[in-house]
């Protein structure tokens, strides 16, 4: 299994990203690429925030219930997520396959559940196996929990014990990008931007922030407006809030990049960064 980070990685995603479509479908698969973004390059958290006052709620809810719904595991998805028209077209998301995502076959110690009963003694967890898992304490009924396999037993165990990456969390930032920035104490910010160094110009920069920073966020810009503008209403520089703004699309041949690709580019171009240099 793939293990975690060493350390955390955030992303950080405007509700305007849907703003450029209009169909449910369309905003399904804008969502979608999002998540699988997010798990193949081992994102920590993903937070939504309020990239402007005119910033749709429903999108907002629609980004939110999307990528939960993704980043649940499968077979939890019944007891999780009642039918909600934000999920219509969940079904076209594909599979994110991570480790908290085991087949019935894996052979894991580790696996998400949710508890289907209890009292003061013990509960019973469907943990994705043709049998419930009898756990031997008492746990919060109808509530997900991450187990942990201990000799024949399954008990309950912190999502940070757990030594594989687990999926991605899920942080909505109604207040805008820069209270979220201030309360999440990041070590580093990376900005993404047409306007930033070109990548090769700070690769050795990056590389020693990649190994070395514990708390990384990393910001994306809506389809209107880059990230410049948007810290710019809030009454900041870029500059004064990201350490790093850096262009991960140079000579790009498109009049825009849209924000789903410029997740994917950039944090494809940073893991090879990490990993190679």
Same mark, same amino acid.
């Given at each position: 299994?793939?293990? &975690?980070?060493k350390? =955390?990685?955030s992303i950080?995603?405007?509700?305007?990203?849907?703003?450029?479509?209009?169909?449910?479908?369309e905003k399904?698969? &804008?969502?979608?690429?999002?998540?699988r973004?997010?798990?193949i #390059?081992?994102?920590?958290?993903v937070?939504?925030?309020?990239?402007?006052?005119?910033a =749709?709620? $429903?999108?907002?809810?629609l980004?939110?219930?999307?990528?939960s719904?993704?980043?649940?595991?499968?077979?939890?998805r019944?007891?999780? %997520?009642?039918l909600?028209?934000?999920l219509?077209?969940?079904g076209?998301?594909p599979p994110?396959? *991570?480790?908290n995502?085991?087949l019935e076959s894996t052979?894991?110690?580790y696996? $998400?559940? #949710?508890v289907?009963? /209890?009292?003061s003694?013990s509960?019973?967890?469907?943990?994705g196996?043709?049998?419930?898992?009898?756990?031997?304490?008492s746990?919060?009924?109808?509530k997900?929990?991450?187990? &942990?396999? +201990?000799?024949?037993s399954?008990?309950? *165990?912190?999502?940070?014990? +757990?030594? #594989?990456y687990?999926?991605?969390?899920?942080?909505m930032?109604?207040?805008?990008?820069?209270p979220s920035?201030?309360?999440?104490?990041?070590? %580093?910010?990376?900005a993404?931007s047409? !306007?930033?160094?070109?990548? @090769?110009s +700070?690769?050795y920069?990056?590389?020693?922030?990649?190994?070395?920073?514990?708390?990384i966020?990393?910001? #994306?810009?809506?389809?209107? $407006?880059?990230?410049?503008e948007?810290?710019a209403?809030?009454g900041?520089?870029?500059?004064?809030?990201?350490?790093l703004?850096v262009?991960t699309?140079?000579?790009?041949? *498109?009049? /825009?990049v849209?924000? $789903?690709?410029?997740?994917m580019? @950039? !944090?494809?171009?940073?893991?090879?960064i990490?990993?190679?240099?």
């Open positions: 299994m793939i293990e &975690k980070r350390n =955390s990685l950080f995603i405007p509700i305007s990203i849907l703003s450029d479509v209009s169909s449910q479908i399904t698969f &804008k969502v979608g690429q999002i998540a973004s997010a798990s #390059f081992r994102v920590d958290k937070v939504v925030y309020k990239d402007s006052p005119n =749709s709620k $429903e999108d907002s809810l980004i939110k219930d999307l990528l719904y993704a980043e649940t595991p499968q077979y939890l019944k007891s999780l %997520f009642p909600k028209d934000t219509r077209y969940a076209m998301i994110l396959r *991570t480790p995502h085991p052979d894991t110690p696996r $998400e559940g #949710f289907l009963g /209890t009292d003694r509960s019973r967890v469907d943990i196996l043709r049998r419930p898992a009898e756990c031997p304490c746990l919060p009924l109808n997900r929990v991450t187990m &942990k396999k +201990v000799g024949d399954w008990l309950p *165990t912190d999502k940070s014990e +757990v030594p #594989f687990w999926g991605y969390d899920i942080s930032a109604f207040k805008g990008l820069l920035l201030v309360q999440g104490n990041y070590d %580093f910010i990376i993404t047409r !306007l930033g160094s070109s990548l @090769s +700070v690769s920069q990056l590389k020693s922030t990649l190994s070395s920073a514990k708390k966020g990393i910001l #994306f810009g809506s389809p209107t $407006e880059g990230v410049h948007i810290i209403r809030e900041k520089r870029l500059e004064d809030v990201a350490n703004i262009n699309v140079p000579d790009q041949g *498109t009049a /825009t849209r924000t $789903e690709e410029a997740v580019i @950039s !944090l494809a171009a940073f893991s090879s990490e990993a190679i240099l």
